[in-house]
C-alpha cells in the first residue's frame, strides 16, 4: 500500500487533510471513509479498513472534517449539513483527480452523512455504512446535561471520549432537523449496511430502521460482538473482508492495461499489517491468499506461515505429479493425500544469527485404489520426479534486487 498526503477546500474553503490509501496493484475502483463524530481520518477502524481494501484494488480517501484531526477551521462552526458539505467537497476533488469514486463508507455518524450525500451523487453505485444512527439526531444524547447550557449560552463544551468539544447550538439545530428517511427512498445506490448487536453506542435498531426505510439491492452484516469504534484489528479486517466482496457485484471495475513492467509469471507479495506479520499473496488476476504468523510469534494466525506454504508447494506437486502418470498409465488410483511435515519454524529461522541447518522434509504419501504393489512402488518413486521436490534437492540461487 502507498499512501500520499491528500489536501483540498472542504465546504466552508478551508483545506482539510486527508491520506489517499493506493493500491500496488491495479486500480479497481476508488472509495471515500467519512469517520465518525468527532473522530478523525487516523482512527484504527480508517486506517485498517482502507489498508485492507487497497490490497484488493481499491483507492481509499480518507480525511478529517472541517475543525479536527488535521483539517483546518473550528470545530465549533460546524454542523451535520457542513460535514456533508465537507464529503461533497472530497468527492469533487477526487474527481478532479480522474479518481471519481463511487464507492462511500461511513462510520457512526459518518454514516449518517453519506446516506445524506449519496442520492445526490449519481456516480457512487454502493454505499456502506458502519454503526450509523438512523436518525443522524442521535448524536444529540452525548451531550447530556449540558444541552440546557447550549440552549442559554449559544455554546458549551462537552467532554467526548475524554477530550473537549464546542459544541454550538447551531450544531445542535441543524442534527435535529436532518432526516435520512427521504434520502433513503431516493438512493440509487446498492447499500451495505454494518452494525454490531452489542453496540453500546448506537443501538442495533438503527440498523433496521436505516435497512427497511432503504430499497432493493440493500443486504446487512452482523458484526457480532464487536465494538462501536470497531477498535480490534480482527474486526476492522472482517469489516474490511465484507466490503470489499460485496461491492464487487455493484462497482464498475475499471480496465487496467497490462503493466509491461510486472512480465506474465511475477508472484506478487505485499504486508497488509504493518503492525504484524499478514502477508497478502496474488497470483495473477484470480488467485490469492493470506500468510501470517502464528499468534504464539506475534502474528495473527489468518494464514499459513512461509514454510507452511513450502511445505504446500512440495505437497500439491507430488499429488499432482503422481496423478498425472496414473492417469497417462491408467492406474485405478481414485484418491492421493500427502502428508508433509518440516521441523522448522520461519519466525526462528528468520533470525540470522541462528545457525544454518539443513532441511529435512518427510512425506507420507497415501494412495487408494485397485493397486498393485509393483504400481505402487512405481507411483512413489514417480513422487521423487515432482518438480519441487527436485528442485528442493538441487542447489538454488535467489537474486534480489530494489525496484
Known amino acids: 500500500m502507498r499512501t500520499e498526503r491528500f489536501s483540498f477546500p472542504g465546504h466552508g474553503g478551508h483545506d482539510l487533510a486527508a491520506r489517499l490509501d493506493l493500491p500496488s496493484g491495479a486500480h479497481l475502483a476508488t472509495a471515500v471513509f467519512v469517520h465518525c463524530f468527532t473522530c478523525s481520518k487516523d482512527i ?13 484494488g481499491y483507492a481509499v480517501l ?3 472534517f472541517t475543525g479536527l484531526g488535521h483539517s483546518g477551521g473550528k470545530f465549533e462552526n460546524t454542523n451535520f449539513t457542513s460535514n456533508v458539505g465537507d464529503l461533497y467537497a472530497a468527492v469533487d476533488s477526487l474527481t478532479a483527480q480522474g479518481m471519481a469514486p463511487t464507492l462511500l463508507i461511513g462510520h457512526s455518524l459518518g454514516g449518517a452523512a453519506v446516506l445524506k450525500a449519496a442520492s445526490n451523487l449519481p456516480k457512487i453505485k454502493a454505499v456502506v455504512t458502519i454503526g450509523a444512527p438512523a436518525d443522524p439526531a442521535h448524536v444529540i444524547h452525548n451531550f447530556g446535561a449540558s444541552l440546557a447550557e447550549i440552549k442559554k449560552h449559544g455554546k458549551a ?3 467526548l471520549a475524554g477530550r473537549p468539544f464546542a459544541i454550538s447550538h447551531d450544531f445542535v439545530q441543524d442534527v435535529g ?3 435520512l428517511n427521504g434520502c433513503l427512498a431516493k438512493l440509487r445506490a446498492a447499500l451495505l449496511v454494518l452494525h454490531s448487536p452489542i453496540d453500546q453506542t448506537v443501538g442495533i435498531e438503527n440498523a433496521s430502521q436505516i435497512f427497511m426505510a432503504a430499497k432493493h439491492p440493500k443486504s446487512f452484516v452482523s458484526l457480532d460482538t464487536a465494538d462501536h469504534l470497531i477498535s480490534d484489528p480482527d474486526d476492522a479486517e472482517y469489516v474490511a473482508d465484507v466490503i470489499a466482496a460485496w461491492a464487487r457485484k455493484y462497482l464498475p471495475v475499471v480496465v487496467t492495461p497490462p ?10 507479495v505485499s504486508e497488509a499489517d504493518p503492525d504484524g506479520f499478514l502477508q497478502d499473496i496474488q497470483s495473477g ?12 510469534f506475534g502474528g495473527t494466525n489468518k494464514g499459513m506461515s512461509p514454510y507452511g506454504f513450502l511445505s504446500a508447494a512440495l505437497g500439491a506437486c507430488t499429488s499432482m505429479t503422481i496423478r498425472m502418470y496414473a492417469r497417462r498409465k491408467k492406474m485405478a488410483l481414485t484418491h492421493v493425500s500427502v502428508d508433509i ?9 528468520a533470525d540470522t544469527s541462528a545457525t544454518t541447518k539443513v532441511d529435512q522434509f518427510e512425506r507420507n504419501i497415501h494412495l487408494t485404489g485397485d493397486l498393485t504393489d509393483d504400481e505402487r512402488a512405481r507411483l512413489l518413486s514417480i513422487a521423487d520426479k515432482c ?3 527436485r528442485t528442493f534437492e538441487q542447489s538454488s540461487k535467489v537474486i534480489s534486487r530494489l525496484v
Do not use: C, I, Q
Not at 290 to 296: M, T
Open 44 to 56: 484504527t477502524a480508517a486506517r485498517r479498513v482502507a489498508a485492507r481494501l487497497t490490497t484488493m
Open 177 to 179: 432537523a436532518a432526516e
Open 285 to 296: 488476476d484470480n488467485h490469492s491468499a493470506l500468510a501470517d504468523e502464528p499468534a504464539s
Open 62 to 64: 480518507r480525511f478529517d
Open 157 to 159: 463544551t462537552v467532554s
Open 387 to 389: 518438480p519441487v521436490h
Open 341 to 349: 511435515t518440516h521441523g522448522k519454524s520461519h519466525f526462528e529461522d
Open 259 to 268: 503493466n509491461s513492467k510486472v512480465p506474465e509469471g511475477v508472484l506478487r
